[in-house]
């Protein structure tokens, strides 16, 4: 089997060099404005965001706690999406993947969406297990995401544009005093887990940037896969 054409983006935010969920959003839409006018590759966005609130689609005015003024005080930006899916957390501490090419080079299928978010749940699934064991489990309908017995651990929202697969994931690495701010994720009272206990030491560290070698393998095995 041929390996997998895409071009690789790994992104962490410092002070030093931003990376915003803005930005992010803008380097997806090129990528979609490549695809359409030209035989381009896809792309997959790996990235540790500024902290930010995203917001869905649907109205989702509930899920914040705080108003946006007061999140903005704390460094949380709030910023509206074309994806499915209700308000979410993004930002230190979390990786958030965005796989993004044409669904049937993705899936092998033009209507494939729900091989899409499957695939995307079951790599953070596969992610989760390998740091936290056989309780990390996929779960469907209001709480649709990768959960481990104590929380929420991974989330999903996606948009198709002329084809594309937008958006994607988000797996918790570990917790910040950001973390979650302000915001009850996807509506739900419920905990958040992370796969980390903290990243205060060396070792916690090194683990959170291997994070992503173990995502790639998984978007490997799941996409652009001769079926």
Same mark, same amino acid.
């Given at each position: ?8 983006? /790994?992104?962490?935010?410092? +002070? +030093? ?17 490549? #695809?359409?006018?030209? &035989? ?5 966005? #790996?990235?540790?965001l500024a902290p930010v609130i995203t917001v869905g689609r649907r109205e989702c005015s509930q899920d914040l706690i705080l108003p946006e003024a007061a999140l903005l005080a ?7 999406? $074309? ?13 958030? %993947? ?10 092998? $299928?033009?209507?494939?969406?729900? &091989?899409?978010?499957?695939? #995307? ?5 596969? %992610? ?7 309780? %990390?489990?996929?779960?469907?309908? $209001? ?17 198709? $544009?002329?084809?594309? #697969? ?5 797996? !918790?690495g570990f917790k910040t005093a950001q973390s979650f701010l302000g915001i009850k994720p996807c509506g739900l009272d419920a905990e958040v887990d992370f796969l980390l206990d903290?990243?205060? !030491? ?12 173990? /995502? /790639?393998?998984? /978007? ?8």
């Amino acid at each position: 089997m041929a390996s997998p054409q895409y071009d690789l983006l /790994i992104r962490r935010h410092t +002070a +030093a060099t931003p990376w915003t969920y803005r930005l992010l959003d803008q380097a997806q839409r090129h990528r979609l404005e490549l #695809l359409q006018s030209s &035989k381009a590759l896809g792309a997959v966005f #790996l990235s540790e965001l500024a902290p930010v609130i995203t917001v869905g689609r649907r109205e989702c005015s509930q899920d914040l706690i705080l108003p946006e003024a007061a999140l903005l005080a704390q460094a949380v930006e709030l910023y509206p999406t $074309d994806r499915r899916g209700r308000a979410t957390y993004h930002g230190p501490g979390q990786w958030v %993947v965005f796989v993004v090419d044409h669904l049937e080079r993705l899936t092998g $299928d033009r209507r494939g969406v729900r &091989k899409a978010v499957e695939g #995307l749940l079951e790599l953070a699934c596969e %992610v989760g297990r390998s740091y936290l064991g056989s309780g %990390v489990e996929i779960r469907a309908g $209001d709480q649709t995401g990768v959960w481990t017995p104590r929380g929420k651990l991974a989330s999903v929202g996606v948009q198709i $544009d002329r084809g594309v #697969l937008l958006h994607g994931l988000a797996i !918790n690495g570990f917790k910040t005093a950001q973390s979650f701010l302000g915001i009850k994720p996807c509506g739900l009272d419920a905990e958040v887990d992370f796969l980390l206990d903290s990243a205060r !030491n060396e070792q916690a560290s090194r683990e959170f940037e291997a994070i992503p070698s173990k /995502i /790639i393998r998984g /978007i490997e095995s799941r996409f652009w896969v001769s079926r």
